[in-house]
């Protein structure tokens, strides 16, 4: 049986939504836009790892996206190997 992680006391979970290349990001972001509200809209820190990605600008790309549906802020956690994960940002 799986479970979640314990939690520090006070502390909140986050949400992960896997996102592949064919969801309408410009023209109807409605998966998008159900994030940012999730996440806390006006309040939301959004983080971005494309990593499925092959083009390198899809973190660009999705940091504006998210900007103009009002998240706070947005990181770009550009991890292309496991040696990425291990250096300090």
């Known amino acids: 049986m799986m479970r979640p ?4 006391k006070g502390a ?6 896997p996102i ?6 410009v023209q ?3 998966i998008l ?6 996440c806390g809209g006006s309040r939301a820190h ?3 790892i494309p990593t ?13 996206v998210f900007l103009d549906l009002v998240a706070d ?8 190997a496991r040696a990425d994960c291990e250096r300090d940002t």
């Open 46 to 48: 959004i983080a971005v």
């Open 73 to 80: 802020r947005v990181s770009i956690l550009p991890f292309k």
């Open 5 to 8: 992680a314990r939690r520090s």
């Open 52 to 64: 499925a990605s092959s083009l390198d600008d899809t973190g660009d790309l999705y940091e504006s």
């Open 33 to 38: 836009r159900r994030f940012v509200k999730l």
């Open 28 to 30: 109807n972001p409605v």
């Open 20 to 25: 592949g290349g064919a969801e309408s990001r």
């Open 12 to 17: 909140t979970r986050g949400f992960i939504i």
